[in-house]
């Protein structure tokens, strides 16, 4: 799953048990500790189906969604560089099924029903979706290097209307929502040209509820319209979202044009490298956190398990042992609500440990309350003690592993070359223009420098502080920012600039006033020439000198250019040892 889990550096918990990696850890965990309480309480009947190895080893997983040509498919194309089996693209609905992209050594399509008997494909619980689910889902193989660090899901496009929805012949939302728990990252798409949310699309984004730290939203297409047109669309999307999307955060929007086709409107061209660059890092640290990830849902999984034990053992203690059982399981449905609060008090709960109460009322009325299990403290006080001390052997392992390995990070494809060379976002740009140019990049404005500079009243080719910050001030930047700027500007320290100096800090203003972030040490390219240690490269750095044109008087009265004046020189004459000069 990451390249550091192959390493044989285990951790011991209290018990003796030896973990070779962080996955070995939390499948032992779910198997031994967590897995009793669920299968005991019938909750893979109500809530999610049972993890398997293939659920721990897999690969992090993307899950797009969105209306139809929003640009899913596109998206996949885009940052895989290359066409994958099962492609089709174009501006009606294409992609009326799901599509799991992964790698693999030959390329090809694996069916439905041949995929979800694969152990070693976290897809085998998807057989309870029935065959019309299955003959709309294939597994896209390709031997493609971003697809070794991720696998990326691609889901029909939602359309508007009831007749649609129907036709599907499985339950699409609840299908989402199945993968919504097992994938690292969940990215809708909206178009800038179609921002309605549908019904069905809101009961998509509903069946998230819940995932809410994954959800990462993208607005493409967003090169079609201009800048005044891009801040209404953005708004106008941030309000349809608000609506759906029930949390007091503000979920993280992506703008750009997620294809390789030339930009249609480019005066947002800046904006759009830079969203995209974001969005990239967002996706390419996933391999980096999946086990934290799991560990994480683990963690939800574990707390939702206790709940649920709680609720079904509080509705058997309430059933009687003999009449009038159906008249109090009609009762304890409608308490529902406040038996939630009951056992909140009781065994101290948060309320967003609970599970939705109108899905629980729906599904309890199929199951006979006095065929369940009563209360069995030793499998709660067991699922407690792994929350209380395994959990951190394991988030002790995440550090140590990460300290002793790189971290796994997505390459290849639309990753590659991504920052590097001329082309990669921010290059020549604030901090690093000039980087490799032959001249210092100040002195071009230097002497509108120098002008300032002479005014401030510089003592021996110095300005003290006081006179440098009066004219600093003027910038309105924050102290803080100044500060900086002045620590980074004065290279021999010693509380004074010189031209040079100064000229370097009205520079690095310049950059923070146009929106570019200042470095923590000053690059090389911008230390002035004469603070620099190496004369070679000085003189390389510094091509505004000119050369001398003063002339010279030889001895004899005639004028010579300096530049071309011939020096003589007469040998010092000294007497060998018979008395001649030599």
């Not at 209290?14 to 031994?32: A, N």
């Not at 294809?259 to 640290?285: M, V, Y």
Request: net charge neutral; aromatic share 8%.
């Amino acid at each position: 799953m990451f390249s550091w889990v192959k390493q044989e550096q285990g951790g011991r918990n209290k018990e003796g048990e030896m973990y070779q990696t962080v996955t070995e850890g939390l499948q032992s965990l779910y198997t031994k500790k967590l897995l009793p309480l669920e299968e005991t309480y019938l909750f893979h009947d109500f809530h999610s189906p049972a993890l398997e190895a293939a659920d721990f080893q897999s690969k992090p997983m993307v899950l797009l969604v969105g209306q139809y040509s929003t640009g899913k498919t596109t998206f996949i194309r885009y940052l895989l560089e290359q066409d994958f089996p099962g492609m089709r693209i174009g501006p009606e609905p294409t992609t009326d099924g799901f599509i799991a992209v992964m790698y693999g050594e030959n390329e090809g399509v694996v069916p439905g029903n041949a995929l979800v008997v694969d152990p070693k494909k976290p897809f085998r619980k998807l057989n309870a979706f029935g065959n019309s689910f299955l003959n709309r889902f294939i597994c896209s193989q390709m031997p493609n290097q971003v697809l070794q660090s991720i696998s990326i899901i691609d889901t029909p496009g939602i359309l508007s209307g009831e007749k649609q929805r129907i036709s599907r012949g499985y339950d699409f939302a609840e299908v989402l929502r199945w993968f919504g728990e097992r994938v690292d990252r969940i990215i809708l798409l909206f178009d800038a040209h179609k921002l309605d949310i549908s019904d069905e699309f809101s009961e998509a984004i509903r069946a998230l509820k819940g995932q809410d730290d994954k959800i990462r939203v993208v607005l493409n297409k967003a090169d079609q319209v201009d800048t005044q047109q891009l801040m209404r669309v953005y708004g106008a999307l941030m309000w349809s979202l608000g609506k759906v999307i029930n949390t007091p955060e503000v979920v993280r929007v992506y703008l750009g044009s997620f294809w390789a086709k030339p930009l249609q409107n480019t005066e947002n061209r800046r904006l759009f490298e830079a969203e995209s660059q974001d969005l990239f890092r967002d996706i390419q640290s996933l391999p980096r956190n999946a086990a934290l990830r799991k560990l994480n849902d683990l963690i939800k999984r574990a707390r939702l398990a206790k709940v649920h034990a709680y609720i079904i053992s509080y509705l058997k203690k309430e059933m009687p042992s003999l009449f009038g059982r159906e008249k109090k399981k009609e009762e304890l449905i409608m308490r529902l609500p406040e038996i939630y609060t009951t056992l909140q008090r009781e065994h101290h709960i948060s309320p967003g440990d609970f599970p939705n109460v109108t899905k629980m009322q729906d599904m309890l009325q199929h199951y006979d309350f006095s065929k369940f299990p009563s209360l069995k403290i030793k499998l709660i006080e067991s699922v407690d003690k792994m929350l209380a001390t395994k959990i951190a052997v394991l988030m002790a392992m995440i550090r140590d592993e990460e300290s002793k390995q790189p971290p796994a990070m997505v390459s290849g494809g639309a990753f590659e070359g991504s920052q590097d060379g001329p082309f990669g976002h921010g290059y020549g740009e604030g901090i690093c223009a000039g980087a490799d140019a032959e001249d210092w990049i100040v002195s071009r404005d230097k002497h509108r420098y120098d002008e300032i500079f002479y005014t401030l009243m510089p003592i021996n080719g110095k300005i003290t502080g006081v006179n440098a910050k009066k004219e600093m001030m003027n910038s309105r930047l924050p102290n803080t920012v100044l500060g900086k700027i002045w620590k980074l500007a004065d290279c021999d320290r010693d509380g004074m600039l010189d031209d040079e100096e100064f000229a370097l800090a009205q520079h690095l203003i310049k950059i923070k006033l146009e929106g570019y972030e200042l470095p923590t040490e000053l690059p090389d390219h911008l230390v002035p020439p004469s603070h620099r240690k190496n004369a070679t490269a000085d003189a390389l750095y510094n091509h505004t000198e000119t050369r001398a044109q003063e002339t010279e008087l030889t001895p004899k009265g005639k004028k010579v250019s300096a530049g071309f004046l011939l020096l003589t020189f007469r040998p010092r004459r000294s007497k060998s040892a018979n008395g001649r000069l030599q």
